[in-house]
């Protein structure tokens, strides 16, 4: 088995081009909010919240298809009780039994119909996703088909108290804008190979246009080979 790690961050002004293989990091150190008071600071933090290997966060045990788990975000390893707009997490696949979707939401709201991060059989697959905290402090997790483990890490989080310094994060529920497939917010169809790109727009819609950067998913569907 091999392990796989995607995670996505766009810097965009008026349009984000995509080109496959290009991979940025968030840099882990502090982020300031907006004056206007819609955003948050940033601060990293590094702890695990949910491994139903080992039974860190009270769940033991692979996860069953179309299986719903809840367990604590806040209070957990450096992560306060209280002040958390939002929680950058990596969210793990850990060799499902076939192939499936993962999907993390607050707890107590209506599960998205976007899915966190996408596996395959006997994948070890991990992915970043945005969530803010729910009832009692608490995140869910939905695994759609087969069974799988999970683990799930913090990276850090985002406050609820803004400062006037930088620029701050502003959280919007996870809604696709681009899809090649339909013709969703671009032409349709697969971009080309070796180094084919295709430019889209982000910003007017869900996303301000007063944005400078926006935290995104960037699925790539790959059709399987025949044997020969």
């Keep these: 088995?091999?392990?796989?790690?995607?995670?996505?961050?766009?810097?965009?002004?008026?349009?984000?081009?995509?080109?496959?293989?290009?991979?940025?990091?968030?840099?882990?150190?502090?982020?300031?909010?907006?004056?206007?008071?819609?955003?948050?600071?940033?601060?990293?933090?590094?702890?695990?919240?949910?491994?139903?290997?080992?039974?860190?966060g009270g769940v033991t045990g692979a996860r069953g298809a179309t299986s719903t788990t809840t367990f604590t975000a806040l209070g957990v390893g450096g992560v306060p009780t209280s002040g958390v707009r939002a929680l950058l997490v990596d969210i793990t696949a850990v060799s499902p039994t076939g192939n499936t979707y993962l999907t993390v939401f607050p707890n107590g709201a209506t599960r998205p119909i976007v899915a966190s991060l996408n596996a395959s059989k006997d994948e070890v697959l991990t992915n970043s996703v945005v969530v803010s905290p729910g009832s009692e402090g608490k995140l869910s997790l939905y695994n759609h088909s087969g069974s799988t483990h999970v683990k799930l890490d913090v990276q850090g989080y985002f406050t609820s108290v803004t400062t006037t310094a930088g620029g701050g994060f502003v959280p919007i529920g996870p809604v696709q804008v681009v899809d090649t497939r339909s013709g969703l917010g671009t032409t349709t169809g697969p971009i080309g190979a070796s180094g084919g790109t295709r430019t889209v727009t982000l910003t007017g819609g869900v996303i301000s246009a007063g944005a400078s950067a926006a935290m995104i998913d960037v699925g790539v569907r790959v059709r399987p080979r025949r044997a020969s």
């Design 1 to 56: 088995m091999r392990k796989v790690r995607r995670r996505r961050l766009a810097a965009l002004s008026v349009a984000v081009s995509l080109v496959l293989g290009s991979i940025v990091v968030i840099p882990a150190r502090s982020a300031g909010a907006d004056a206007a008071g819609r955003g948050g600071d940033f601060v990293p933090v590094n702890t695990v919240l949910l491994d139903t290997r080992s039974g860190v």
